[in-house]
């Protein structure tokens, strides 16, 4: 990497380690005062940096596929994330050690359980987790190959992978979301449950994506990618998975609590009809806000606007999952002082594995037979209305 990228990555990776020593710090002391709240909050912290990372494999596969400068600007940032699914591994050691604290199937008689019994789920977890990862670095590998080979041949075989890993992918994550997610409340199922998930990656993917290319768009040869024409796709990218998310979340909703059927009920109710109801409602007006906002004829075109837009649906997505999960464990909702401690602590180190993956390779695709196919962002600039 050229020295000029390195100031922006330094400054975001002594972030990194000084939220992960505060967050660690944080956690330990909460966590000898309540070792279940903290497997819980942990599985929050848990869920919300796998989302990021399997969002990024899911895209860094889509993207072998398209064309366009959207693509070329984040593909390496793409690839980073995915790289971290090795450290998701070693971060679901707790969730395992936890099994019992958080998952009322745990304790159910081999006999009776079926299909959630504790030897199997260990089994298909490390199915899910072992094929995400060679998906990642397979390629990941042939993409970082291509940049010193130069053989188109080689990109034919990533796309060719590419398109059997998204079956996998999709197979394997419906199924993790059964697992990990769904089977908190074993009583409850949604045959749309997976999508959602799948919805939730990609919202949180692009905008983790975006906050990285706003750090390096100044930097060679970043800026030779982060134009105004990737800027803007980007932007409605973002746009186009936030309506996905909430079109799926709205047609869950409608569908089970129309029905008025005790099992379909039975997870919303806890939700809605405490005082989580509060934050369900907090949930849903808060997306709007960024909705109304990339809907804006020009908004698109200023960075630091989609940045922000970004940055708040990170949030958001920290405070859904929160939703997702916790419910399950408290009758109503609260907060404790280390709960923020748990995702901090976790995601300053995903960061710096992150971090030292992007570092790592060029920070853009070299001998790409598409970039000779990315047209001229003047040609795209003058079809733009004025702002």
Not at 140 to 157: K, Q
Not at 213 to 227: C, E, I, Q, R, Y
Not at 255 to 278: E, H, Q
Not at 307 to 323: N, P
């Amino acid at each position: 990497m050229a020295d000029s990228n390195a100031q922006p990555l330094n400054q975001v990776q002594m972030g990194a380690i000084v939220v992960a020593v505060i967050g660690v710090v944080i956690t330990a002391i909460g966590a000898l005062s309540d070792v279940d709240h903290f497997f819980q909050i942990y599985l929050v912290a848990f869920f919300f940096w796998t989302e990021i990372a399997l969002g990024c494999l899911a895209f860094l596969m889509i993207q072998n596929h398209v064309k366009g400068e959207w693509g070329f600007a984040i593909q390496r940032i793409l690839a980073a994330g995915a790289r971290t699914l090795p450290l998701i591994a070693v971060l679901f050691v707790p969730v395992i050690l936890g099994l019992s604290r958080l998952y009322p199937w745990v304790t159910t008689s081999p006999a009776q359980a079926g299909y959630m019994n504790q030897g199997f789920f260990l089994l298909r977890s490390a199915i899910y987790l072992a094929i995400w990862i060679g998906l990642a670095y397979a390629i990941t590998g042939l993409s970082y190959r291509n940049d010193e080979a130069g053989d188109t041949g080689i990109f034919r075989r990533a796309q060719s992978l590419s398109s059997l890993g998204l079956v996998l992918f999709f197979l394997t994550t419906f199924f993790a979301y059964i697992d990990w997610m769904m089977s908190l409340n074993p009583e409850w199922y949604s045959s749309i449950f997976g999508w959602l998930g799948n919805s939730r990656q990609a919202l949180s993917a692009f905008a983790f994506s975006f906050l990285i290319l706003f750090l390096l768009k100044d930097h060679k040869p970043v800026s030779d990618f982060a134009t105004k024409r990737a800027r803007i796709d980007l932007g409605t990218l973002l746009l186009v998975m936030l309506m996905i998310w909430a079109y799926l979340s709205w047609i869950q909703y409608f569908v089970m609590w129309a029905a008025n059927l005790t099992s379909k009920v039975v997870w919303f109710d806890p939700r809605l009809t405490t005082s989580w109801g509060g934050v369900a409602r907090f949930i849903a007006f808060a997306h709007f806000i960024p909705f109304i906002l990339l809907i804006l004829p020009g908004f698109k075109r200023n960075m630091r606007n989609v940045v922000l837009v970004a940055g708040g649906l990170l949030v958001l997505r920290l405070v859904d999952v929160f939703w997702f999960v916790m419910p399950e464990f408290l009758p109503n909702f609260s907060l404790r002082w280390w709960d923020l401690g748990v995702p901090l602590a976790v995601g300053g180190i995903w960061m710096l594995v992150f971090l030292w993956s992007l570092r790592g390779h060029d920070l853009v695709p070299q001998n790409d037979p598409r970039l000779y196919a990315v047209p001229e962002e003047s040609n795209y600039d003058t079809a733009l209305p004025a702002s």
